[in-house]
């Protein structure tokens, strides 16, 4: 009868500590690992007037993190597949990469009781 206690106590014990556990896993484990992945490449698009082919057009960038410029053209709408960029992509000389706000971020947080200024 003894053993049935002790496996209950070592069942409650296991219960109240897998979640200390499960942090300690993650800001000793898992946040380290996050800061040694590399960042990933961004895919950027933008309408603009291209001065080579004289018409406006809808462009894909593959933009590298931390880069003032777009290292390739992944896409552009002047070509009918839209995907195989036959040109010698001069527009990658006039490209900027800027960071903007990302749309799932709130224009706007509620304060005051739940009132939004707008």
């Known amino acids: 009868m003894e053993w049935i206690t002790t496996l209950l106590a070592g069942l409650a014990l296991a219960v109240l ?6 942090l300690f896993a993650t800001i000793f484990v898992l946040v380290p690992l996050a800061h040694l992945v590399p960042r990933a490449p961004m895919i950027s698009r933008v ?3 291209c001065p080579f082919a004289k018409s406006r057009v809808a462009v894909e960038f593959l933009n590298a993190p931390g880069a003032e410029q777009p290292s ?14 036959r040109c ?13 706000l990302s749309p799932m971020a709130p ?11 707008r």
């Open 88 to 100: 010698e992509k001069g527009c990658l000389a006039m490209a900027r990469t800027r960071w903007g």
């Open 47 to 49: 309408s603009l007037d």
């Open 107 to 117: 224009r706007y947080s509620l304060v005051a009781d739940g009132v939004a200024l």
């Open 17 to 22: 500590l897998a979640p200390v556990f499960t």
């Open 72 to 85: 390739n053209v992944l896409g552009c709408s002047f070509f009918s597949d839209g995907r195989e960029v």
